[in-house]
């Protein structure tokens, strides 16, 4: 559905026109339709959320690039969350102890390196990657398989409400829909769309952290890999990744280095700078920059811009641009203010 969808807006179709006349629903989701839009903007108003259509000047460029990007994204918290730089934390429900401890580390220090920590609010692995982002002061993003006023695990409501202090806790189902087997391989096709890579802690062969693999491969993300033990199950499933060729790494320093990113690390792992006081020693493993970065920094030469200016300075496709504007802000030699504003470091 959000293929058809997304071919209608951009042959020119309103999105008021698209919900007179909506696409059939899958299986199972007919019933989810709230039949009173009125009650749902009294919720989305008691919640605090946000109606962000696509084409909206503040729908995440990264998501608006994919093919089937949502249609519409429900959100709680802070908007300016899903365009920072992103990294995804998955894994299984069930981990061990140290798979935990694990996924808490990694989260840790790259939420105090000011890298946006998205995962899906679920039991283990990712309820550990989100307390870890919050541990460092950092920001992070909770992707549900259910309506925004339905938060499921429901023991998880109290972290969701941490999340959208300075993060976001975002959906693309209506109000009032109950978590359904169906919907989580969607909610995970966001997870790793807001993000430039996706780190998988622990999954078993089955796991539904491969699901997440599989759309970030698809959409030219990089996948990378916390080894496990190789006795028993626990780690079967990311072994796996990678003997099919996964980013192996054993410590945060590992990612950013994979990301264009040298930080200094202290002997915790712990980053030099922390959120709003990001470190700007940080540069990229290479100097040289591809014409729209070029582009993107000479704009930049004269002040802080906003993308839409950016986009208008430098006449490129959002999804290229976004691209390249989150290279250069893990390269360190751009800084995107609280404001939105954009300036060169």
Same mark, same amino acid.
């Given at each position: 559905m959000p293929e058809r969808i997304r071919d209608r807006l951009e042959a020119g179709e309103k999105p008021a026109s698209i919900l007179r006349?909506?696409?059939?629903?899958? $299986?199972g989701l007919a019933a989810a339709r709230s039949p009173a839009p009125a009650q749902d903007v009294l919720t989305?108003?008691?919640?605090?959320? !946000?109606?962000?259509?696509?084409?909206?000047?503040?729908?995440?460029?990264? %998501?608006?690039?994919?093919?089937d990007a949502p249609s519409v994204l429900l959100v709680r918290g802070e908007l300016r969350a899903l365009s920072g730089a992103a990294v995804a934390i998955v894994g299984a429900r069930a981990a061990t102890r140290s798979a935990r401890t694990q996924a808490r580390r990694f989260a840790r220090?790259?939420?105090? #390196?000011?890298?946006?920590?998205?995962?899906?609010?679920?039991?283990g692995i990712d309820a550990e990657a989100h307390r870890g982002a919050l541990e460092?002061?950092?920001?992070?993003?909770?992707?549900?398989?259910?309506?925004?006023?339905?938060?499921?695990? $429901?023991?998880?409501?109290? %972290?969701?409400?941490e999340l959208a202090v300075d993060g976001a806790v975002v959906?693309?189902?209506?109000?009032?829909?109950?978590? #359904?087997?169906e919907l989580f391989p969607l909610r995970n096709r966001i997870i790793s769309g807001l993000c430039r890579g996706v780190?998988? &802690?622990?999954? !078993? #062969?089955?796991?539904?952290? %491969?699901?997440? /693999?599989?759309?970030a491969l698809d959409?030219?993300?990089? &996948?990378?890999? &916390?080894?496990?033990?190789?006795?028993?199950p626990f780690a079967e499933g990311s072994n796996r990744l990678l003997r099919e060729g996964a980013i192996a790494v054993t410590g945060p320093e590992d990612v950013l280095e994979d990301l264009g990113v040298r930080e200094a690390f202290g002997e915790?792992?712990?980053?030099?700078?922390?959120?709003?006081?990001?470190?700007?020693?940080?540069?990229?493993?290479?100097?040289?920059?591809?014409?729209?970065?070029?582009?993107? %920094? +000479?704009?930049?030469?004269?002040?802080?811009?906003?993308? +839409?200016?950016?986009?208008?300075? /430098?006449?490129?496709a959002p999804g290229a641009m976004a691209a390249s504007l989150l290279d250069l802000e893990l390269s360190g030699r751009i800084r995107e203010e609280r404001d939105g504003r954009i300036h060169r470091v």
């Open positions: 006349c909506p696409p059939p629903l899958p $299986p989305l108003v008691r919640i605090g959320a !946000r109606v962000l259509p696509f084409g909206h000047a503040d729908y995440p460029a990264r %998501l608006a690039a994919l093919s220090a790259l939420a105090a #390196r000011g890298i946006t920590i998205v995962s899906g609010l679920a039991r460092a002061g950092g920001r992070s993003v909770g992707v549900l398989a259910c309506g925004l006023d339905r938060i499921y695990p $429901p023991e998880h409501r109290a %972290l969701a409400d959906s693309e189902v209506p109000l009032g829909t109950s978590p #359904r087997r780190i998988v &802690v622990e999954a !078993r #062969r089955r796991s539904g952290s %491969l699901i997440t /693999v599989r759309h959409q030219g993300r990089d &996948v990378f890999v &916390v080894p496990g033990p190789s006795e028993g915790a792992g712990a980053f030099e700078g922390a959120k709003g006081e990001k470190s700007t020693r940080a540069g990229g493993k290479s100097a040289g920059l591809d014409p729209l970065a070029m582009r993107l %920094l +000479e704009a930049l030469d004269g002040g802080p811009c906003s993308r +839409e200016q950016l986009l208008a300075a /430098v006449d490129a």
